[in-house]
């Protein structure tokens, strides 16, 4: 099953709202990345936060990690027609040469 | 510009005819991978490569091959494709397995008929 599990599965707002999109994950990482990919394309890296940090930032971007509740979140601020896309969330498990990925969540930015 | 290239961007084929996806990155980096994407499914790794000559097997390599005999190159092979295979496959490259983000191809979207 896959290891990251994102929430909601599908996210509709209005342009300058803040969209908030959360992951779960099973079992001990290294690092958890989020990932952007419009429809159809190449999944884009956003940021990566690493096992030992709990929040970082760049530009508009805001994650958190809580590693024992073994949850992330991504909270992209004052939101654009251009963020519409597909947000999803990978880990870097320990022990593993991958990064496994969740199955998404859809955002919807409304001019 | 750094980039992975995949090769073709679109391929329709007929069951059991052999075909060949190219992926190759300009980035010098060691690690790659192969993904496919299903709908439902997310992205599920079919196989990656540590370093050249050096490659395993992801969560779904049935029916499917890999060689990395250079850095740069890291094609997939499906010696008898089926419709199951059916997919949008990406290739992806990082600098070592758990050290920054992946880069990502733009994906070859494989219909078998």
């Known amino acids: 099953s896959q290891q990251g599990e994102e929430d909601p599965q599908a996210l509709s707002i209005q342009e300058g709202e803040n969209a908030t999109m959360n992951c779960s994950y099973k079992?001990?990482?290294?690092?958890l990345q989020w990932y952007r990919q419009n429809s159809g394309r190449g999944l884009v890296h956003l940021i990566l936060?690493?096992?030992?940090?709990r929040e970082k930032h760049s530009g508009r971007l805001r994650v958190t990690l809580d590693t024992s509740k073994k949850s992330s979140s991504l909270l992209i601020t004052a939101s654009r027609a251009a963020d519409t896309a597909s947000y999803f969330c990978?880990?870097?498990?320990?022990?593993?040469?991958?990064?496994?990925f969740g199955t998404g969540t859809r955002l919807l930015v409304s001019p | 510009e750094a980039q992975v290239t995949q090769n073709p961007r679109y391929l329709i084929t007929v069951t059991g005819k052999k075909l060949t996806v190219t992926c190759s990155q300009n980035?010098?980096?060691?690690?790659m991978s192969w993904y496919r994407q299903d709908p439902g499914l997310g992205l599920r790794q079919i196989y990656y490569?540590?370093?050249?000559?050096?490659?395993d097997k992801g969560d779904v390599p049935e029916g499917y091959k890999v060689s990395r005999k250079e850095k740069r190159n890291f094609p997939l092979i499906l010696e008898s494709p089926s419709p199951n295979q059916t997919s949008l496959y990406f290739c992806?490259?990082?600098?070592?397995?758990?050290?920054?983000?992946?880069?990502f191809g733009s994906g070859t979207r494989l219909t078998v008929v």
């Open positions: 980035m010098n980096h060691e690690y």
């Open positions: 990978a880990t870097d498990v320990t022990g593993f040469q991958k990064l496994v």
């Open positions: 936060i690493r096992s030992n940090e």
């Open positions: 490569s540590m370093n050249v000559e050096v490659t």
């Open positions: 079992t001990s990482i290294n690092n």
């Open positions: 992806a490259s990082s600098p070592k397995q758990g050290r920054g983000g992946y880069t």
